[in-house]
């Protein structure tokens, strides 16, 4: 295309953006506006791409970090014959492929959902890292940004590992239209203000007038060309570019346009102009990886071993046997034990440093590319890449995520360290799965088992050592459970997983001294859970007790109250649970003061039994 | 302190660091030794505090954003007498005081929970800003900030708020000791790298040798006499400085000394030098704050308004009436409604941008200044600020959190912009309150009780318009709830919140109809949760339905399960929620495909009274 033909294809996603939103009654048109130059020279000019076969290795990927500017996407999805025109006025309809928001749930041009802003650079950065440092591919990733995002820390992470990491693969191109949701951004059309920043984390950097076709293609051009370091082209841009009625006015984000038809018209009626986007350029075979069984650690019963120990052998023995598995840690691999799989593994292993969003959103990056990725930090840590994680799960993005030092039984560090409410944040997260193992074995074969399902994965490990329970060969399959001590007496079911298991063992062990006889289940599995154990126990027991190290609300009590959430009958509950704030203090101190040590496990069943009220 | 003195003051806080992670055996007195300079001339010369008032309004206030260096913050609070020999030898003792990372809860010269890397900082603008456009005063405020922790986004947030703020009462002391925990930083001792982002986010710097105290103490001098703009300091220094063993070596992340007597000689021995800490500049006499009534907001029965207006009008309201209320909000004011607070109080409205965590880090610096914040934005990006809520819980702060457009039922907008975690998220945090107001009056009650909480308040409200159900003189009290519909020969309970409760209360319409009487209760207050209804609900009609939209984890379905957690019967549960990922639809369509409508809930109330199991 030449220079008029991009100027007019810039036109035509202007009028197809206005006219989507138009027939939707919603929607974000004036934001699809000002980057539609930025989109047409993209698409016309230098993305490579077979639309008939997204998954084709070789492909560029294009992420809008700006995910709200979607009719831009739709249409130039549509100029390159992707989709049609009849689908393009389908936009957030009930049920249609094109949503308010791009997700590769239900459109498979699409590399992550974006619409929580700050998230597609993070992510195009994990892309990036899968072509140059994986893949050994020579993909680029394009990623259009707004101008009100680089206010979130998340993109400053992301500008950090992609210089470090020299991804001159990646190019972001920043839509400066000067306007953000509520009124103007801090910046306002300052370029220099962001190329400054870029320029400081070790970027490359243009500035160019978005609107100017050919400015716009000697700067994609110039990013094509640099080496070393990743490229930001700073585009200035008028929101709502072409309609006098709406350009560069405030008040108007997120609103279709008040006469869409005289818009369409001033914008010089719709247009069917076709882009032909050039092909990968090459033909991309991916290598074979690596699928054999792992050779998993094993520990004889009764040594003494942390989880953590464990995930980390695990970790490694898997990345010897499968070429797809990946590590990134935010510098705490000596902690995690992401390290063991490191020093076997270091051409799969990204550290991250200390930014755990930008850890999770590599982690997305790279398992969009096929990658099996585990990232581990603390598990209190990985509150810090909540909104991620929920955006992992609205993309459906696979990716197994392992927080260890989980709750008070981590001892003197105290509260800020202490994973305590990880297990609500996780099970709430759409469709993922949460193990919590009690020992090395079991952990082993999680860490395994973990790599082959669907959505996000969470593993929580402990900091301490404990004795091995189980043996090497045991089985343990989501949404299973483990019952570790019952008889056909028993008045009382223990729940536990994690650290409390040996205090609940030890528990029954007392009140069995006693003439109580108690069950005792290792809920592993806490999502899914194991309802036909949960229901067996309740019909034979009549009361479950949980006893979980993590705060009551989300986690463990509530996994197993949701067991009998269908309207079945349902047993006495108890829930013992961390219900204070802790401080520093022994890890036996801590387990103590919470009241989820045997002792106090104990205390409460005696009273169980005998009344039936807990205070 | 002459120079000679500041040097032997700087080895007696080595020393003291040394020796406190040697009683505690545990501790990081290799990342206090490379800062113990620093704060040796900043307390010794600079700092002006009362140490017998921490709450003194004119005091200077100091962040140890590097938490885990707190042996250091110990040692200097001996120093200048705040604290003896004997105390800080109880370091990391169960009960102690000098917790493993500082916190407010335990000690009044705290200012916030640090050991969550990277929140030192934003916490410390917000007192700063709180200094400049609150309380307009002429306190200072000090971070102390390690290198490794200025790869968390969430620094740049706080960098670029400073600036764009023009926060000249605040200095960042960065600790280069070039490693990590688990190694060398990506920067090592470039602190030109640093300079250069602090210059380009609009900072003053100064670079130094953190281990030559007349430099160190000229560059604080800089930083005191530098207008418009906050102050970097880049201080060059050696983790584990004066022990040969330990200084600038990797792997000692963490540790205590392996000979600690030996350190201890090898630094001098102990010393007793004591500092006198300067006084406040002035007397600091706060200004009286407005404390009336609020006049709140009044809306029929009937009519039709979003909850999200009804509190934007309710904190306008509430900071006609008390000058102690400020708003901050992510810019999305013109949605969350907290504009409205922004157009009638422009003194006190806080926009904090794109930038949740520092919106949240800004809030809980105000908040230890004694303001009562208010943060808003949508419920699905506080996810955003997840480890900020959880520090700010540690903390014992006091602050008000808002998220709006929560759940399916803002429509088409789609699952990125949908709250559907954020109840998991918020009961989990320790000691929150949790409130979700289904109508206007109830809303702008709520907003106005919250102001008087302890600890973590949040708000749900919604995107659209829905009936006014109470009339403005009802009292909503926290931990309360409202039985709408109830009578004798109930057969089942509809527990509904928010945007639920009028679907809950077209069901039980119907199946009335059809001779099945039903209850309603309005739970408004999901923690502290209503017991008391709960349990008689239960007993007088043996089955209750919850209602959400929200997943079905960690919501209002688990905290009514939580209220039969103390081993008492348990009527049959039932649970409707958002089980599927949802597209874009419009708003009932979104209610029906997650089966939270009418509809759904009345067949499912059908099957249930006809039935013991459903499923």
Redo the contacts between chains.
């Keep these: 295309m030449n220079t008029g033909e991009l100027v007019e294809l810039g036109q035509q996603l202007r009028v197809d953006s206005v006219r989507a939103a138009a027939a939707?009654g919603?929607?974000h048109p004036t934001s699809s506006m000002s980057a539609a130059d930025l989109t047409a020279v993209l698409f016309a000019r230098h993305f490579r791409y077979d639309f008939d076969r997204p998954d084709h290795p070789a492909n560029d990927r294009f992420v809008l970090s700006k995910?709200h500017a979607s009719p831009l996407m739709y249409a130039t999805y549509k100029a390159a014959g992707a989709i049609d025109d009849e689908e393009l006025l389908t936009f957030?309809?009930?049920?249609?492929r094109?949503?308010?928001?791009p997700?590769p749930?239900?459109l498979p041009w699409v590399e992550t959902?974006?619409?929580?802003?700050?998230q597609g650079l993070p992510v195009g950065v994990g892309i990036a890292l899968a072509g140059r440092r994986l893949d050994h591919a020579g993909y680029r990733v394009w990623v259009l940004c707004g101008d009100?995002?680089l206010?979130?820390?998340?993109?400053?992470?992301a500008a950090?590992q992609a210089a470090?990491e020299n991804l001159d693969n990646l190019t972001a191109v920043v839509d400066v239209n000067r306007l953000?949701?509520?009124g103007p951004?801090?910046h306002g059309h300052d370029l220099d203000a962001y190329a400054?920043?870029f320029?400081?984390?070790g970027w490359h950097t243009v500035e160019v007038d978005g609107h100017d076709v050919d400015a716009v293609d000697r700067a994609y051009g110039e990013a094509l060309s640099t080496r070393g370091q990743p490229t930001a082209i700073l585009a200035r841009t008028l929101k709502g570019k072409g309609v006098a009625a709406v350009q560069d006015r405030e008040g108007l984000?997120g609103k279709p346009l008040p006469e869409a038809e005289d818009a369409v018209a001033e914008l010089g009626g719709p247009r069917d102009l076709r882009i032909r986007v050039r092909p990968p350029s090459s033909d991309g075979e991916r290598p074979a990886r690596l699928a054999a069984e792992p050779a998993l650690p094993r520990w004889d019963k009764g040594e003494e071993v942390a989880t953590r120990n464990a995930f980390g052998e695990a970790l490694a023995a898997l990345g010897a046997a499968r070429g797809d598995v990946v590590a990134l840690d935010g510098?705490?691999?000596?902690?995690t034990r992401a390290?063991f799989f490191a020093k076997q593994h270091p051409e799969r292993y990204i550290e991250c440093?200390?930014?755990?969003?930008?850890m999770v959103a590599a982690a997305v990056g790279v398992a969009s590319r096929g990658w099996t990725p585990y990232a581990s930090t603390f598990a209190?840590?990985l509150?810090?890449a909540?909104?991620f994680v929920?955006?992992a799960?609205?993309s459906?993005s696979g990716i197994n995520l392992v927080g260890s030092h989980a709750g008070v039984a981590i001892?003197?560090?105290?509260?800020?360290?202490m994973g305590?409410?990880d297990l609500?944040?996780m099970?709430?997260?759409?469709?993922s799965t949460v193990l919590y193992p009690c020992d090395a074995n079991q952990t082993a074969r999680l860490v395994a088992t973990m790599a082959g399902l669907d959505g996000i994965r969470y593993l929580r490990t402990s900091r301490g050592e404990s004795e091995v329970l189980y043996g090497p060969d045991e089985e343990f399959p989501v949404g299973g459970s483990k019952v570790l001590r019952s008889s056909g007496s028993d008045r009382l079911t223990l729940v536990a997983a994690g650290v409390t298991v040996p205090e609940a063992l030890a528990a029954a062990e007392a009140l069995e001294g006693e003439g109580i006889a108690v069950r005792v289940v290792d809920l592993y599995s806490v999502?899914p859970v194991d309802r036909e154990t949960l229901h067996a126990a309740a019909e034979e027991t009549g009361?479950l007790m949980t006893i979980e190290d993590h705060?009551?609300?989300?986690?463990l009590?509530?996994?197993v109250?949701?067991a009998?959430?269908?309207?079945?009958?349902?047993?006495?509950?108890?829930?013992l649970a961390v219900r204070?704030?802790p401080?520093?203090?022994?890890p036996d101190?801590q387990l103590r003061?919470a009241g989820i040590d045997a002792a106090s496990i104990a205390a409460a069943g005696r009273l169980?039994v005998g009344?039936?009220?807990?205070?």
Excluded at 411 to 417: A, N
Excluded at 583 to 586: C, D, L
Aim: net charge negative; aromatic share 4%; proline share 3%.
């Design positions: 939707a919603s929607g995910g957030r309809e009930n049920g249609s094109l949503e308010g928001h997700t749930r239900r959902a974006t619409g929580s802003l700050g009100s995002e206010a979130e820390g998340s993109v400053w992470e950090e470090y953000g949701q509520r951004t801090r400054r920043r320029q400081a984390f984000h510098e705490v691999g000596d902690s390290e440093y200390i930014a755990e969003q930008q209190a840590f509150t810090r909540h909104d929920r955006m799960a609205v459906g001892g003197q560090d105290g509260p800020s360290q305590l409410e609500a944040m099970r709430a997260v759409h469709g999502k009361c705060h009551p609300e989300g986690g009590g509530d996994a109250a949701e009998f959430g269908d309207g079945r009958p349902v047993p006495r509950l108890v829930r204070g704030m401080g520093s203090a022994s101190e003061a169980l009344e039936a009220i807990v205070s």
